[in-house]
Each structure stands twice: as structure tokens, then as C-alpha cells.
């Protein structure tokens, strides 16, 4: 079955400081893989998607992620965090393909980030 | 586009009712999916819709949850004879059925459930 693995249950960063945020995952077949973000009482917001080509992808609010095949690792990354960064971070696989039609996600637990002005 | 709403936003109620949440996907996305997000916890799938059709349901849907999607639109989730376990965010989700897309989900606010 597949799982994912998010290390760290709370980070707190200062502002300007540059944040990495772990991500292992399980997954028998080819992953989708994905880091939504969700701010408190909110839904998930989309930061960025990889399932294949170049193993380091561009998000929005600048963030980026680097797929390591060999490592099971997706982990989110960006070089200088603002304020308004404070959230929680989820990383989530899917199947790149389905023959049921489903592409249910299996989720980590999230990384909840602070941060500090 | 005006994203994918949910209704209501919370919602507070006695253990033993039951309640309704409907959920209204991105407009022609015919893939919608039901998670239950506890405190401390990751979203956990629970449902699946491809049009009208219910393809693919979770374990963690007890018989006392059920969910429809009549005209292949708006869903609803409902619970009957709620437990205080039930106690969780639901999350819905869309996808486009067909292209690159169709294996992006596009969230919900969530509907907040609190069984006193």
C-alpha cells in the first residue's frame, strides 16, 4: 500500500531564512506527486505537481521541489521565507495512471510551519 | 472559474443526528472525491464520483455515511446517527476528466463538523 512520510510534525524558520520541508513516500507503481499548502480553518491549495521530465519543479509563491527517484523523496524547498509562509504543508502521491478512473491521493501528516518576524 | 464550494462551513450538531454537506465542483470537472481530514492528520479519501457514477469508496465510509451525486454535478455527503468520532474537516475535491489535468484535484474550504 502506498504511504507517505512527512518527518517533521512542526519547523519554525525566521523570515529570510531559506526552508526544507521533508517528504518520503511508498508507491508501488509510477507517483504523481504533490505539495499543497493549507492555511488555518482553509482547503488545499495547489503549490506544485511533478510526474515526470526534469526532477526539480517550479511552484507558485516560490516554491520548488526535487523529485529523488532513488531516495523516495519529494521535498519542498524555497530559498527566503516570508511571514506569510506560516502554514501547513502537505505532501500527497497519486497514481499517474488508473484503470478504475480514480486518482484518490494518499496524503502525509503535514509539517506545520512557523514563523518567526 | 469560481473554484470548487462547499456548504455549510461548519457545522455543529448532537450525537445521533444526522447531517447533510454538499459540495459544488470547477464547472464541467466530472471527477469529484471526498476526503475526511481529522486534527493532526492528513486528508484520508473516502469517495470517488466519475460523472454520476460512485466508482470507488473507502473503507473508512461506515454504513452510516453515504454520498450522491445525482446529475453529475453537486455532490452531497451525508452521515446519519452521528458519533462524536465523526468530528472532522470533510474536504471536496474536482478534477477534469480527461487531459494532463485530470490527475489534479482542486480542494474545497471544507465543511468543519463538530458532534457535541
Known amino acids: 500500500a502506498q504511504s507517505v512520510t512527512q518527518p517533521d510534525i512542526h519547523i519554525t524558520v525566521s523570515e529570510g531564512a531559506s526552508l526544507e520541508l521533508r517528504c518520503n513516500y511508498s508507491?508501488?507503481?509510477?507517483?504523481?506527486l504533490f505539495w499543497y499548502v493549507q492555511s488555518p480553518g482553509q482547503g488545499l491549495q495547489l503549490l506544485l505537481k511533478y510526474f515526470s521530465g526534469d526532477t526539480l519543479v517550479q511552484g507558485i509563491k516560490g516554491f520548488e521541489a526535487e523529485f529523488k527517484r532513488s531516495q523516495s523523496s519529494f521535498n519542498l524547498r524555497k530559498p527566503s521565507v516570508h511571514w506569510s509562509d506560516a502554514a501547513e504543508y502537505f505532501c500527497?502521491?497519486?497514481?499517474?495512471?488508473?484503470?478504475?478512473?480514480?486518482?484518490?491521493?494518499?496524503f502525509g501528516k503535514g509539517t506545520k510551519l512557523s514563523v518567526i518576524p | 472559474d469560481t473554484g470548487v464550494s462547499q456548504d455549510p462551513r461548519h457545522k455543529i450538531t448532537k450525537r445521533g443526528q444526522n447531517v447533510t454537506f454538499r459540495c459544488d465542483p470547477i464547472s464541467e470537472h466530472n471527477r469529484l472525491y471526498w476526503y475526511r481530514q481529522t486534527l493532526g492528520q492528513g486528508p484520508e479519501f473516502l469517495t470517488y464520483?466519475?460523472?454520476?457514477?460512485?466508482?470507488?469508496k473507502s473503507r473508512l465510509l461506515s454504513d452510516r455515511f453515504s454520498a450522491e451525486r445525482p446529475k453529475g454535478s453537486f455532490s452531497t455527503l451525508e452521515i446519519q446517527r452521528t458519533e462524536q468520532g465523526d468530528s472532522a474537516m470533510y474536504l471536496c475535491a474536482s478534477s477534469p476528466g480527461r487531459g494532463g489535468a485530470k490527475n489534479i484535484q482542486y480542494f474545497g474550504a471544507g465543511t468543519r463538523l463538530s458532534v457535541l
Open positions: 508507491y508501488g507503481a509510477t507517483p504523481y
Open positions: 500527497a502521491v497519486g497514481p499517474l495512471y488508473s484503470g478504475a478512473g480514480s486518482y484518490q491521493l494518499t
Open positions: 464520483f466519475q460523472n454520476e457514477a460512485q466508482l470507488e
